[in-house]
């Protein structure tokens, strides 16, 4: 009995340790970078960042559980460093995304899609199913140019600042 205990107890210290969990839903929120630079994206709703300013390398993706019942703003900076965003001005994606759907999203420096997964079984690269996501009628997106020394840009960056 003792050995089961001690079982259980190392696997709930794993997955609190971990952070994850056996039966993990999938995010919500997917976008890949397929840009040929790091990106900046800040996701809001009601206003307010809800992710601070995350650095999104070239080829690589940014995943997140999002509350999609509500309205979201994506804000994509095009800046090769977080230092770079605030010395000098820089293109910026502006994204309005309707509530009630998944956003598995793709981005190459001039346009933003939603990704369409496997022509089999609608999946994307990392598994996810498309069978709810988003299409380019769920979405609108504005570039503008944003101008360095942006306090915006500043409080989302400080939101998630590393210690």
Do not use: W
Request: contains cysteine.
């Amino acid at each position: 009995m003792k050995c089961h205990a001690l079982t259980v107890k190392l696997f709930l210290s794993l997955v609190a340790t971990t952070g994850c969990c056996l039966f993990a839903d999938e995010p919500t929120f997917s976008l890949k970078n397929k840009s040929t630079e790091t990106i900046h994206l800040d996701i809001k709703q009601n206003n307010t960042s809800i992710t601070g300013l995350k650095s999104i390398a070239k080829d690589s993706d940014f995943e997140f559980s999002l509350d999609t019942s509500k309205p979201t703003l994506l804000e994509i900076h095009v800046c090769p460093n977080i230092g770079q965003c605030f010395l000098n001005d820089h293109d910026t994606f502006f994204a309005t995304i309707n509530a009630g759907k998944t956003m598995y999203l793709k981005f190459d420096g001039k346009m933003l899609v939603p990704q369409k997964g496997s022509a089999k079984g609608g999946k994307t690269t990392k598994g996810h199913s498309t069978k709810n996501n988003v299409t380019k009628n769920d979405f609108s997106v504005t570039k503008g140019m944003t101008k360095s020394g942006n306090a915006d840009i500043r409080r989302a960056f400080q939101k998630n600042k590393p210690q």
